[in-house]
């Protein structure tokens, strides 16, 4: 019977091409979302690529501490500054796109709700030691999915649907669709599948590590099909 240690050393060796190409599909949406962002100015998206390089910024750190060993301090980084700052801008980021939407002040609100919840699991969390924080991430994943629908049907009553190959909003919102309900079931029940079948949750850490690259190799085509010059509805300068 192979131990939990060599499980998660052979899951880890598996992991790593995933992993590598994911850091690589990263750095070049990172790439080219800085090397379009004059063309974004005075639009939400213009801060898109800084994001992507915070993103890349952290992950290397991440790979750097668990390198050394410190596994800790790679949980905590991702744990209580990554994700909280994922959910806030995308949500924050679709608060600007909303400009003359009635669903616009939907968006604060979600980030309140999350920060709280957030910040309850965190003081729980620390008092019981969690390992990973399943009620805020699903709060927050379960808000951003339904603003990206509640964009794509608003997108679908505008005459941007003429255009959705040039809309980089559209590219944005179908990888964060892919990856946020492909990998709902897994963050939501992290901690359960963890420690009750270790089995099915290295499966399915594999498959959200495929369905984050794919989100990110949309970010690419976002940034490479985009046509800023377009006006949409959805999507205009500030």
């Not at 639009?43 to 898109?48: H, I, S």
């Not at 301090?73 to 939407?101: D, H, N, R, T």
């Not at 990888?175 to 079931?185: E, K, N, T």
């Not at 794919?214 to 970010?219: D, E, P, Q, T, V």
């Amino acid at each position: 019977m192979v131990s939990p240690a060599t499980a998660a050393q052979n899951n880890m060796e598996q992991l790593k091409p995933v992993l590598h190409l994911l850091l690589i599909l990263q750095s070049l949406a990172c790439l080219q979302w800085i090397r379009v962002r004059k063309d974004y100015f005075k639009t939400p998206l213009y801060y898109f690529g800084w994001y992507l390089l915070f993103l890349v910024i952290a992950e290397i750190c991440g790979w750097y501490l668990n390198h050394i060993g410190d596994f800790a301090s790679g949980a905590i980084l991702f744990k209580f500054l990554v994700i909280p700052i994922e959910y806030c801008f995308f949500l924050g980021l679709f608060f600007m796109l909303w400009k003359s939407s009635s669903w616009r002040w939907v968006s604060p609100l979600m980030i309140l709700c999350y920060l709280i919840a957030f910040f309850i699991e965190s003081y729980s969390g620390l008092m019981q030691g969690l390992k990973f924080f399943s009620l805020s991430y699903t709060l927050g994943n379960l808000f951003l999915l339904v603003t990206v629908l509640l964009f794509l049907l608003r997108l679908g009553l505008t005459d941007d649907i003429l255009f959705l190959k040039n809309n980089p909003v559209f590219w944005i919102c179908i990888g964060l669709m892919i990856f946020y309900i492909g990998s709902f079931p897994f963050y939501g029940l992290y901690m359960y599948i963890g420690t009750t079948n270790l089995s099915l949750f290295y499966q399915y850490q594999y498959i959200v590590s495929i369905l984050n690259c794919i989100m990110y190799f949309l970010f690419i085509l976002a940034g490479l099909w985009g046509k800023p010059k377009f006006i949409y509805s959805s999507f205009s300068p500030r």
